[in-house]
Structure formats: C-alpha cells, structure tokens
C-alpha cells in the first residue's frame, strides 16, 4: 500500500461526471461547452477545497478536447493528455497570492496577445485573484474589457468582497457549495477501497466533519490517517491521529451541563486536555452542538437546515438532551462562548476560558 502520493492529487477528478457536489455548475459548464457558447471569463468562488482549481483545469480541457461528446471530456485525445500531464504551454496558472503585482499581470497580458502554440485556446487560470494589487486589476481589466477570442480566463477566490464591481461585471460567476458530509463520506469509502484500506463508516463520517464542507481537506486528513494506521481503521483511531472532537467527546460535556455539574465539567475538560484534544477545535464544535440542540428545541425540523450531518441516533439523543436543558440556560452559554472563541486563542491556559463561561452561566 503506497501513499506517498497526496490522496486529493491522485484522485482529483479528470472529467466533469467525477466532481463530488457541484453539480450545478459542472451541468452548466459541460451545456455550454457542448453548444459552444462559452464564456470569455469565468469567477469561480466558494471555500477552500471545493474544487475550484479542478474545475478550471477541466473546463480548461473540455474548451480543448479534439473528441469531446457532448461537452464531457475524452480524456484521450493529445490536448487532454497534455493538460492532465501538465506540459500544455496554452494553460497558464498562476497564484495570485505570490503573484500580486502589476508587472505579473502585465507577463501574463503579454502572453496572451499570440495566439496559441497547441492547443484551440489559451487559458488563464488566477486562483485566489482577490489578492492582486489595484494596479493588477486595472491591467486586468482592461484585457477583460476586450478579450481575445483565443482566450479564456478562470478567475478563482474565496473573498468574493475584494474582488472590484468592474472585474464582477465582466465574468460569468458560479458560487460552489460546501459538499455535504454524505458526499464526502461516499467518495472516502470509494478511494479507501481502491486503496485496499478497510475502514469503520464511524471514521470516515469524523474525517467529513473536521473537513466542513471541504472535499480536499477530507482527503488530507486521510492522507495522514492512511499514514499513521496499521489493520482496520476506527473512530477512535482517527480521532487519535486528528486530535479531532467527537460527537462522544462534546455530549458528554453537554450531559454534565444539563446536570449543572461544574466540578464534573471542569474535571472533564481538563482530561481532554491531558489526552491531547484541541481546545479551539472543541470550543467550536461544542458551539455548533449547543446551536444544535438550541434549533432543534424550537422545531426538530430544522434538523436538515442545521444539522445534516447528524446520525439518527445522534439526532434522538440530542432531543433527549434538549428536554434537559433550559433553552434560556443555552443561549447564555453560546453567548459566553463566543466571547471565550478569542480568548482560548491569546491565553497560555486555553481551557480557562470555556470553564469560566461555564462557571458565569452555571454559577
């Protein structure tokens, strides 16, 4: 079993029918192609990890494929074969975070004069553009302004507020969701048994939660887990390798509050500690369950709005919890919270601030 290779690189997707969770725009995308009505200029803009780039670079091979079928990628013909390799000369990447300045854009303005060396079009692939200077975007602009019709840009962000009106008015827009922890679960369970890795769905649901709606995160923390482990992999086991926080871990810590138990509490915390869980990771997943319970007092419905990610059994045992708690009590709670988030972060003692918001809403 090899894993030296990164897992999201070695099954990052090669055709649009591959894309885990974006649907609405992979559709759209494949349409337009297939019509030949695509656009000069895409924004692409969503959270880290839900296959922005991987999307550019398939777009990018679908405006080149010499056999495409319907708008899907042929995976086989000389241009997809280069793009996937990474030796098209037409396909340009850059990192607008380590790219910043007008001199960077104005190379790649220059570049785009010629027309292409191989392929049909050239593409221009900006990730993270929100980071160019004043001066990069007019440069920008001004090309955008009047594109030649060889080229094709794909802007990518995840600060869709510092991108300029001017720049937002002349591209197409597509907005990626966060994938769901269904999503993700189903593509883990798919690449761990390619790998030959057997692993407990109780795991793999922990992995989808820490990655919050990233699918690339999800296959990092894989990655390592994949690393560390030896035989069947566990929740446990991955809760151990993650430092993460567990459904377990959090309810406990809610059953001892609809207790009004501080002594329990603070003794509790301070064993997490000592097993080596993180404290801002804890913080904020006891927020979210707390909000959890505190949705779910007011309408169990509400369940599929807030929280999706929840087992059956966990569901009910969350009901059961709410009966427990004061919703009054809960809300004092979050609130402390939320002062105590940027607190755990300044002091040497992190655990402090969630046993004195404990204390204050207990007390």
Do not use: W
Not at 39 to 60: D, P, V
Not at 83 to 107: P, Q, W, Y
Not at 144 to 149: F, I, M, V
Not at 291 to 312: G, K, S
């Amino acid at each position: 079993m090899n894993h030296n290779l990164v897992l999201y690189r070695k099954y990052r997707p090669q055709s649009f029918a591959d894309v885990v969770g974006q649907e609405h725009i992979t559709k759209t995308l494949q349409n337009a192609v297939f019509q030949n009505k695509t656009a000069h200029a895409y924004l692409f803009y969503g959270q880290r990890g839900t296959g922005k780039t991987s999307i550019a670079r398939l777009l990018a091979k679908a405006v080149n494929c010499e056999e495409n079928k319907d708008g899907e990628i042929c995976n086989k013909c000389q241009s997809c074969l280069d793009i996937t390799l990474g030796r098209a000369l037409d396909v340009v990447e850059i990192d607008a975070a380590s790219n910043t300045g007008i001199d960077n854009i104005r190379d790649l303005i220059e570049g785009i004069k010629f027309n292409p060396s191989q392929l049909k079009f050239k593409i221009f692939i900006v990730d993270e553009v929100h980071m160019l200077s004043k001066g990069a975007f007019n440069a920008l602009l001004k090309t955008l302004e009047e594109p030649p019709a060889h080229a094709v840009f794909i802007l990518a962000t995840t600060e869709i507020e510092k991108i300029p009106a001017t720049i937002l008015s002349r591209v197409q827009r597509f907005d990626f969701k966060r994938i769901s922890i269904e999503e993700i679960i189903k593509k883990l369970s798919g690449i761990a048994k390619k790998e030959k890795v057997k692993i407990d769905e109780d795991a793999l649901r922990i992995i989808a939660q820490l990655a919050e709606g990233g699918l690339r995160d999800a296959e990092s923390i894989l990655t390592r887990v994949f690393s560390m482990a030896d035989g069947n992999i566990t929740a446990s086991l991955v809760e151990n390798i993650a430092g993460s926080t567990s459904f377990s871990k959090v309810s406990r810590f809610m059953d001892l509050f609809s207790e009004g138990n501080i002594q329990g509490i603070v003794a509790y915390l301070n064993t997490l500690k000592d097993e080596g869980s993180d404290t801002q990771e804890f913080l904020k997943f006891a927020m979210k369950y707390a909000r959890n319970i505190l949705m779910i007092q007011i309408d169990r419905h509400l369940r599929n709005v807030v929280a999706p990610e929840l087992t059956d059994d966990q569901f009910e045992y969350i009901i059961d919890q709410g009966k427990k708690i004061n919703s009054e009590k809960l809300k004092e709670l979050l609130s402390e919270f939320l002062e105590a988030e940027d607190m755990v972060k300044k002091t040497s003692i992190p655990m402090l601030p969630i046993e004195l918001a404990v204390m204050k809403v207990l007390s």
